[in-house]
């Protein structure tokens, strides 16, 4: 069993930055890729980026390529969202997720609203 707690979330003007933040239990994270979401109101859940157990690989959706940076942080159990030049666009709640297989996430957190004033 894996817990994710996300944080950083907040209301940032467009342009801005935020770094999210999902912290795990269990003694197992470095065996899980570690993902990101998001679902905005009145939309379905979609997918933001992924990294690979030892950080070597990741992968953007189109709309956040070159502005947000997934990374982890393996000894502490945490995996990061930079975001940067933030667009109201990107306004939503962002979850982060655990897979043992590739796409196929097992474990979910609760969330954390980013909001972009324009």
């Known amino acids: 069993q894996v817990q994710l707690v996300e944080s950083g979330g907040g209301l940032v003007q467009a342009g801005g930055s935020l770094r999210l933040s999902c912290v795990a239990s269990?003694?197992?994270?470095?065996?899980?890729?570690m993902g990101w979401f998001r679902q905005a109101p009145g939309k379905e859940r979609e997918f933001v980026a992924v990294?690979?157990?030892?950080?070597?690989?990741?992968y953007y959706a189109d709309s956040v390529k070159g502005r947000f940076t997934i990374s982890r942080d393996n000894a502490k159990n945490t995996v990061y969202l930079h975001m940067n030049s933030l667009k109201p666009e990107d306004t939503a709640v962002y979850y982060c997720?655990?897979?043992?297989?590739?796409?196929?996430?097992?474990?979910w957190g609760q969330g954390t609203q980013v909001t972009v004033s324009s």
């Open positions: 997720a655990a897979a043992l297989r590739w796409e196929e996430y097992d474990y």
């Open positions: 990294i690979s157990w030892s950080g070597g690989r990741t």
């Open positions: 269990g003694r197992t994270f470095s065996s899980y890729y």
